[in-house]
């Protein structure tokens, strides 16, 4: 190991062990040759750690040559699980990418790609409480995203790439009945689709307009209020000095 002002630098190697061949299948251990490749690691001390691993590459008696396999080099990700484990983390709380980059020590695009490697697979149960929002993203070339969250557990359930009623449909009728028939309440915006689309696939179940979005329509109802009145008042001081100046 190796420690420079900016950074620690491990070099690694693994020992040799059999490995398939992709193309016959054969187990081979013959070693062509040796690259060397950058993989960025967690930090430490403030300072990120990158390892400099040097990689075999196995030749076999087909004549295919392939990359030796460890569990932190694959072909695109130049970073090690426990360093995604962390991007991913840090992209769970309110960071922008370019913030979490900074952090981690590597380039924004290394942390989109982490991100796509995210795959919420459909939840095989729903709970008694759903809770149903939309976001706005960018998956799949749709503006809004749909999530799904356990508001009791508070837990994310998926991520719905559209919100149009079709597909949403489409999505829940994918649970079967007795399974939508438990959700007992479902937790939402006072959007009409939304509404519409849940009687349809929970008929069991009771709508609730969730807190937060009931509020934030009272605060901004208010807020309207409160620059309209504050105009008139904002006028009727004009006014006012006018007719002082007038009569100075
Ligand atoms: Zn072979």
Not at 7 to 29: A, D, Q
Not at 148 to 156: A, G, R
């Given at each position: 190991?190796?420690?420079?002002?900016?950074?620690?630098?491990?070099?690694?190697?693994?020992?040799?062990?059999?490995?398939?061949?992709p193309n016959?299948?054969?187990?081979?251990?013959?070693?062509?040759?040796?690259?060397?490749?950058?993989?960025?690691?967690?930090?430490?001390?403030?300072?990120?750690?990158?390892?400099?691993?040097?990689?075999?590459?196995?030749?076999?008696?087909?004549?295919?040559?392939?990359?030796e396999k460890t569990e932190f080099s694959t072909r695109y990700l130049r970073t090690t699980p426990r360093l995604r484990e962390v991007v991913?983390?840090?992209?769970?709380?309110?960071?922008?990418?370019?913030?979490?980059?900074?952090?981690?020590h590597i380039s924004v695009t290394q942390v989109i790609r982490i991100f796509k490697e995210i795959n919420y697979s459909r939840p095989k149960t729903l709970p008694a409480v759903l809770s149903i929002d939309e976001f706005k993203g960018n998956a799949a070339g749709q503006k809004y995203q749909v999530i799904l969250t356990d508001p009791n557990d508070h837990k994310i359930l998926d991520i719905l790439p559209k919100r149009d009623t079709v597909k949403l449909i489409q999505y829940f009728l994918q649970f079967?009945?007795?399974?939508?028939?438990?959700?007992?309440?479902?937790?939402?915006?006072?959007?009409?689709?939304?509404?519409?689309?849940?009687?349809?696939?929970?008929?069991?179940a009771h709508i609730v307009a969730d807190r937060f979005h009931l509020i934030r329509l009272v605060t901004f109802a208010l807020e309207r209020v409160r620059k309209a009145e504050q105009n008139t008042l904002t006028n009727g001081l004009i006014g006012q000095k006018v007719c002082v100046a007038f009569l100075n």
């Amino acid at each position: 190991m190796r420690e420079t002002s900016e950074e620690y630098v491990l070099h690694v190697m693994v020992p040799v062990k059999p490995h398939v061949c992709p193309n016959c299948h054969k187990e081979t251990t013959r070693i062509k040759g040796y690259t060397h490749r950058t993989i960025r690691h967690t930090t430490t001390n403030e300072k990120p750690i990158r390892l400099i691993y040097r990689q075999r590459r196995y030749s076999c008696t087909c004549g295919r040559t392939f990359n030796e396999k460890t569990e932190f080099s694959t072909r695109y990700l130049r970073t090690t699980p426990r360093l995604r484990e962390v991007v991913i983390t840090e992209l769970s709380e309110v960071k922008s990418l370019t913030a979490v980059a900074k952090h981690c020590h590597i380039s924004v695009t290394q942390v989109i790609r982490i991100f796509k490697e995210i795959n919420y697979s459909r939840p095989k149960t729903l709970p008694a409480v759903l809770s149903i929002d939309e976001f706005k993203g960018n998956a799949a070339g749709q503006k809004y995203q749909v999530i799904l969250t356990d508001p009791n557990d508070h837990k994310i359930l998926d991520i719905l790439p559209k919100r149009d009623t079709v597909k949403l449909i489409q999505y829940f009728l994918q649970f079967p009945r007795h399974v939508r028939n438990n959700v007992k309440y479902i937790t939402m915006d006072m959007s009409l689709q939304f509404r519409s689309v849940m009687k349809q696939c929970f008929p069991k179940a009771h709508i609730v307009a969730d807190r937060f979005h009931l509020i934030r329509l009272v605060t901004f109802a208010l807020e309207r209020v409160r620059k309209a009145e504050q105009n008139t008042l904002t006028n009727g001081l004009i006014g006012q000095k006018v007719c002082v100046a007038f009569l100075n």
